[in-house]
Structure formats: C-alpha cells, structure tokens
T-cell receptor, first 114, second 112 residues
Framework: DGGITQSPKYLFRKEGQNVTLSCEQNLNHDAMYWYRQDPGQGLRLIYYSQIVNDFQKGDIAEGYSVSREKKESFPLTVTSAQKNPTAFYLC?????????????FGPGTRLTVT | GENVEQHPSTLSVQEGDSAVIKCTYSDSASNYFPWYKQELGKRPQLIIDIRSNVGEKKDQRIAVTLNKTAKHFSLHITETQPEDSAVYFCAASIRQGGKLIFGQGTELSVKP
C-alpha cells in the first residue's frame, strides 16, 4: 500500500478540542505533505515539509499545525481555531532524489467534529 | 497565485466511448503535470504524468497532451470501461519541493 500509513481511519471529536492525525512513511522520502479534501473542491495543501525540522504553510494553513521531528513522521494537529475541521485528510510523500515528482498518498483520515 | 482549473466537474460516457478531461494552469513556470485517479473511499493514485519538455504521452488506453503556449493539458481515455469510473484530478507543479496544485476534480461515470 505504498508504505504510507495514516491513523485512525475515522476520528470523531467535539468542537473546541485539538486533535492530532498521524502520518508515517517507510519509503525514505524526504518530502511530506498534508492535504484536505472536501466535496467539489479537490485537494488543498495545508502544510508541507521538504526536510526534517523544516516545514512551510500551504494554501489553507490557518487553524492547523505540524511538526517534522523525524523523517518518517509528519503529524498534523487540527486546532480549535480551525472553523470548519470536518473533512477528509490525506497525507502524501515524495522523494527529492527521484527523477519523478510522484506523490504517494496514504489511505486518509476522515475527521468529524460535532 | 498558482491556480489549476479543471473541466468538466462531472462526465458520463457509455462503455467503449472516449472521455476527455481538460485542465488549465496559471503559472507558466509549471513543468510537471500529473493525473491522479481516486476511486470511492480510496487514496488518489498516479495514472500518468507529463513534463513540460514533452507534448504527448501515452500508456495503453490513457494519454495526456500538453500545450505550453496555451497553458493547458488534457487527459484522454479511450475504450472506456466501467472500472474507469472514479474521480480524476489534474495537478501542476513548479520544481520547488514538489508542491502540487490540484484541479477541482472530475467525476467520471462509465455506463455499461
């Protein structure tokens, strides 16, 4: 399954709570990404990281935070400041050293906040 | 900023017909254009990609064409089959860490 795992598959939280989504890869990829998917809006980039201990904001970073302490891991925290957090979250990774820019996606986490 | 527009949003074809999905991009520096297929409830998977130094690329029933002057690229699926039914996303990238800008997606339905 591409060596990228996300957990859990489904997550339910109450409004006002922070929640952390896990993303782990064993592909030895340098770059990792977090996307949010809503119906009819495609995939929107939240944060990305090209190297350990460094990350950049994507198009919709407000209300989210990330860390990249290990090459294999790129957890995403959805904070209470995110106004509409219910969505499908996808993590991806790619290799800077490869001749292709292909991004490999994880299976996703569906977050529901009520 | 960078933007990718994708059309149509939905597409219904009869089995055996061809399907064409079109995308336009805004940043002329974009040089990599992948297409992803996402089946219901599953992760997106790369089906074909093209770089800016190539005008067309084919892989069996799938082909992608690129017009750099017009800043648009298209996915062509011939002899469609019911298992081609899925959501297809185009994307564009500038060589800066591989960040992809995705189109809004096209839901393709192939009727048997």
């Amino acid at each position: 399954d591409g060596g990228i795992t996300q957990s859990p598959k489904y997550l339910f939280r109450k409004e006002g709570q922070n929640v952390t989504l896990s993303c782990e890869q064993n592909l030895n990829h340098d770059a990792m990404y977090w996307y949010r998917q809503d119906p009819g809006q495609g995939l929107r980039l939240i944060y990305y990281s090209q190297i350990v201990n460094d990350f950049q904001k994507g198009d919709i970073a407000e209300g989210y935070s990330v860390s990249r302490e290990k090459k294999e891991s790129f957890p995403l925290t959805v904070t209470s400041a995110q106004k509409n957090p219910t969505a499908f979250y996808l993590c991806a990774s790619s290799s800077e050293a490869a001749l292709t820019y292909e991004q490999y996606f994880g299976p996703g986490t569906r977050l529901t906040v009520t | 900023g960078e933007n990718v527009e994708q059309h149509p949003s939905t597409l219904s074809v009869q089995e055996g017909d061809s399907a064409v999905i079109k995308c336009t991009y805004s940043d002329s520096a974009s040089n990599y254009f992948p297409w992803y297929k996402q089946e219901l409830g599953k992760r997106p998977q790369l089906i074909i990609d093209i770089r800016s130094n190539v005008g067309e690329k084919k892989d069996q029933r799938i082909a992608v064409t690129l017009n750099k002057t017009a800043k648009h690229f298209s996915l062509h699926i011939t002899e469609t089959q019911p298992e081609d039914s899925a959501v297809y996303f185009c994307a564009a990238s500038i060589r800066q860490g591989g960040k992809l800008i995705f189109g809004q997606g096209t839901e393709l339905s192939v009727k048997p």
